[in-house]
């Protein structure tokens, strides 16, 4: 059968034997008939809450946590929503935060293409820095012994809106919701704690779980411990339209969001594959090899011990060059010289989160990767098989498999998150 592969802007099509293959797609869920109508009357009439108007005062000052460019997140219609259930604010006391965690900037032309230039224009945009002190404060400890530090800006407001978008998340549990204040808007400081070894490690940081989540725990301690007055995300389809819409009290919203998107994002499947073939989603969520190490987290949920994970990632921002992840993985020769060395006593550096994930996959299975971004011996330095043609990696790795070899094709990478019934 011949299928289209999530890939870059324009996808990726790709041969696969019928016999023996399993499709892993989202289970289509149509698109709300009207995006910002569905927003008006979640802001108005909340999940969980008083609606948005009636917490904020004329003169108040607000900021606002949005996604960075990375994510899928239907920003410019949120936040024009947001903005017109608060006639009483003026634009000035208003303070757009880009919640990159411990992301590069977003440049002003992909703000352009996030927000719309009416909005660029109209409002005060803030590239959080996790790395820069002097933007940062201390707001305290929490019960299980994270320093937390996060963006003045988001401090210093009378009012604090997170606005985010809910998928499976392969460490967190589930993505949106708190995550916006941290690691979204943290100190490098806090987010080497929320993502060590101790926490990334645990049997609970997975796809689909929050509650008994380290990670996830932690998060959502920060958020109560900060205060966020109200709180927007979106479940979206493949398409990445709005499905739903959910809005009030950050937990509850959010709780109610996880569990929409555990229904229609999360797929069982009967037992694991030899060969499970992924993608990360496309463009802009398979932008980096970084990045795409998600997809990759998704097949191993169900690929054989000693099996093949073959992952298509356009990778057009490299590996990327800014980060550490690229140099950490060229300081080991292995992956299991990586994972010894992450989860080595006091070792705390950024990045060090996503080389853990990655070589735990690789203990596990085999990982070969397209990626038109990147050269050979780029893959190669971060100990992936380089792949030119899908479809012969596919069959080849089926043919070492043995007789009775099974596939699973996830051409919507972790967008759908397969796990054994």
Not at 40 to 69: H, K, M, N, W
Not at 328 to 350: I, K, N, W
Request: charged fraction near 20%.
């Amino acid at each position: 059968m011949r299928l289209l592969l999530d890939y870059g802007s324009h996808g990726l099509p790709v041969d696969v034997p019928d016999d023996r293959t399993v499709v892993v797609a989202p289970r289509h869920t149509p698109a709300v008939a009207d995006a910002r109508a569905a927003l008006d009357e979640a802001l108005a009439r909340p999940t969980a809450g008083p609606p948005l108007a009636a917490l904020v005062a004329p003169g108040q000052r607000v900021a606002i946590s949005i996604c960075d460019v990375t994510r899928a997140q239907p920003r410019q219609v949120m936040v024009e929503a947001i903005l017109a259930a608060l006639p009483g604010t003026r634009v000035d006391d208003v303070t757009l935060l880009v919640a990159t965690g411990t992301h590069r900037a977003n440049t002003p032309d992909e703000l352009t293409r996030m927000l719309g230039p009416d909005l660029v224009a109209r409002c005060r945009i803030v590239n959080h820095d996790a790395r820069d002190d002097g933007a940062l404060a201390f707001a305290g400890t929490t019960s299980r012994g994270v320093p937390v530090w996060l963006n003045r800006h988001w401090l210093d407001a009378d009012v604090r809106i997170t606005t985010g978008f809910v998928e499976p998340h392969f460490f967190a549990g589930f993505s949106g919701g708190p995550k916006m204040v941290a690691p979204g808007l943290a100190g490098l400081a806090t987010t080497l704690v929320l993502h060590d070894a101790r926490h990334i490690g645990h049997a609970n940081a997975v796809w689909g779980i929050t509650h008994g989540n380290p990670v996830h725990d932690d998060v959502r301690e920060i958020a109560a411990l900060t205060g966020v007055t109200f709180a927007v995300d979106v479940a979206l389809n493949r398409d990445q339209a709005i499905t739903k819409v959910f809005a009030g009290t950050l937990l509850d919203e959010h709780a109610a969001a996880c569990a929409f998107v555990k229904d229609t994002a999360m797929c069982p499947v009967d037992g694991l594959f030899d060969v499970v073939l992924t993608t990360n989603s496309g463009f802009p969520l398979d932008q980096n090899l970084y990045q795409a190490v998600k997809g990759m987290s998704a097949a191993a949920c169900i690929v054989k011990p000693g099996g093949t994970i073959v992952c298509a990632a356009e990778c057009r921002d490299g590996v990327p060059d800014h980060g550490p992840y690229g140099r950490l993985l060229r300081q080991r020769r292995s992956p299991g010289e990586l994972l010894a060395m992450v989860e080595a006593p006091g070792f705390a550096e950024q990045d060090a989160w996503q080389v853990q994930v990655q070589a735990l996959i690789q203990q596990k299975a085999r990982v070969l990767v397209k990626a038109d971004g990147l050269t050979h011996e780029h893959l190669r330095q971060a100990h992936f098989e380089p792949v030119t043609d899908v479809g012969m990696a596919v069959r080849e790795a089926l043919g070492q498999a043995g007789p009775g070899a099974t596939l699973a094709v996830l051409p919507h990478g972790p967008q759908t998150i397969p796990y054994v019934r």
